[in-house]
T-cell receptor, first 111, second 113 residues
Framework: RKEVEQDPGPFNVPEGATVAFNCTYSNSASQSFFWYRQDCRKEPKLLMS???SGNEDGRFTAQLNRASQYISLLIRDSKLSDSATYLCVVGRTDSWGKLQFGAGTQVVVTP | GAGVSQSPSNKVTEKGKDVELRCDPISGHTALYWYRQSLGQGLEFLIYFQGNSAPDKSGLPSDRFSAERTGGSVSTLTIQRTQQEDSAVYLCASSLKTGRGYTFGSGTRLTVV
């Protein structure tokens, strides 16, 4: 079983709509959580950290459910420029900062 | 530097040749990571450096792969006797502290023909 699992999508979203997707992680020792964004043929870029109480950054909202071991990302008022692959990333305190990357969820925002 | 710098950005090499990939992390970042990403795949961890030492080399696919870091800064990933399955984008990332998010370089796209 992969340590971080994501629905690969694609999630086809009309411009202006809301899209949400989850990822699950298998290791209960996980302590740090992030969402990265990766555009086609580009490097991953940090979108936001995910905090226990949930957090928001503009149109993006991240939630963490430790009991069920999943993380979610919600994008409101989708823009064409939000089209990308979103990587769920998890780190453990017992592994010196090594981050485990999910394979990504593709989001395609259509006009 | 302002960001993580990797060179070369593209490398085409013949099967059996050795290649060196370079990573220059963000100044002051003590943690440095190498990952690779094959076409359409997720990121595969290769090796981690804290300063000049590599506490975790568990992701290196074979003994043809090696890496070093000098002066707590620049790192070089060397692949000996390249094989076609080594073709991938090799990504370097650095972090100020372990447990924080990484900043990635733009990667080296390696093609073995």
């Amino acid at each position: 079983r992969k340590e971080v699992e994501q629905d690969p999508g694609p999630f086809n979203v009309p411009e202006g709509a809301t899209v949400a997707f989850n990822c699950t992680y298998s290791n209960s020792a996980s302590q740090s959580f992030f969402w990265y964004r990766q555009d086609c043929r580009k490097e991953p870029k940090l979108l936001m950290s995910v905090y226990s109480s949930g957090n928001e950054d503009g149109r993006f909202t991240a939630q963490l459910n430790r009991a069920s071991q999943y993380i979610s990302l919600l994008i409101r008022d989708s823009k064409l420029s939000d089209s990308a692959t979103y990587l769920c990333v998890v780190g453990r305190t017992d592994s010196w900062g090594k981050l485990q990357f999910g394979a990504g969820t593709q989001v395609v925002v259509t006009p | 530097g302002a960001g993580v710098s990797q060179s070369p950005s593209n490398k085409v090499t013949e099967k059996g040749k050795d290649v060196e990939l370079r990573c220059d992390p963000i100044s002051g970042h003590t943690a440095l990571y190498w990952y690779r990403q094959s076409l359409g795949q997720g990121l595969e961890f290769l090796i981690y450096f804290q300063g000049n030492s590599a506490p975790d080399k568990s992701g290196l696919p074979s003994d043809r792969f090696s890496a070093e870091r000098t002066g707590g800064s620049v790192s070089t990933l060397t692949i000996q006797r390249t094989q076609q399955e080594d073709s991938a984008v090799y990504l370097c990332a650095s972090s100020l502290k372990t447990g924080r998010g990484y900043t990635f370089g733009s990667g080296t796209r390696l093609t073995v023909v």
